[in-house]
């Protein structure tokens, strides 16, 4: 996928392309469903600028202590970032994250409603249940991405649901504007910091890598890695 960084593409009937970094509530039988709305310049209320807007934490595998930080930037809708995830990561996680070696960093990317929405339940598990609910989300993405904007969300709520939330809890986080603003905010800045071009992109020692195999992602781990202990 590629990535327009100042339009949002929403998906469902009629929605159209709204402005980056919004938010209001569709309205429509009993499921909440958040939107990206017109009419906002950007994504931090009065609120969020004199410091109470919600904090949006990177979600990290792996060590602190780790000689090397890798960055991913992938959306929840994107079928690329679902392969990866369900080829590449595994791999990286048994190879180089649970070995100490790489210190994993996973950032989302917002290109549509579902994949803010995505992201909403991701995170309503907090840090603990983080990436669970992501692998949920990638392995049932071919399912979820369908159907009207209300069914997407209950599709969503149903992967919560799997990873142990109850619908109070679903509810409260698929509803909070302040969360959405939030990290919509977040993605902006990050996409200041890595100003990437398409999902997934990998970031390693600040040069940002396209989509790759295992076999790919590796050699430039190992010859990050071999920088990182001559510099050490």
Not at 8 to 24: D, E, N, Q, R, T
Not at 137 to 142: A, K, L, P, S, T
Request: hydrophobic share 40%; net charge negative; with cysteine.
């Amino acid at each position: 996928m590629t990535i327009d960084r100042r339009t949002l593409l929403i998906a469902g009937a009629g929605a159209g392309a709204l402005g980056l970094g919004g938010y209001s509530l569709l309205q429509g039988g009993k499921t909440p469903s958040p939107l990206l709305p017109v009419g906002m310049a950007n994504a931090q209320t009065e609120e969020a600028a004199a410091g109470d807007a919600p904090e949006i934490v990177d979600m990290v595998l792996g060590s602190d202590d780790a000689p090397i930080t890798m960055y991913e930037y992938a959306s929840f809708t994107c079928p690329h970032c679902a392969t990866f995830h369900a080829n590449v990561k595994p791999r990286l996680v048994e190879d180089y994250i649970d070995t100490g070696l790489v210190r994993f960093v996973y950032r989302e990317v917002y290109f549509d409603r579902p994949g803010l929405w995505a992201g909403m339940v991701a995170r309503c598990g907090g840090e603990m249940r983080y990436f669970g609910i992501v692998d949920l989300i990638y392995e049932r993405q071919r399912q979820w991405v369908q159907g009207s904007p209300a069914e997407i969300v209950e599709s969503l709520r149903a992967i919560g649901r799997t990873a142990g939330l109850s619908n109070d809890e679903l509810d409260a986080c698929l509803t909070d504007a302040d969360m959405a603003r939030a990290m919509l905010a977040n993605y902006e800045a990050q996409m200041d910091v890595h100003p990437i071009e398409g999902t997934p992109s990998v970031v390693l020692n600040d040069e940002v890598l396209g989509n790759m195999s295992y076999e790919d992602l590796a050699g430039h781990l190992d010859a990050a890695l071999e920088e990182a202990q001559a510099d050490g």
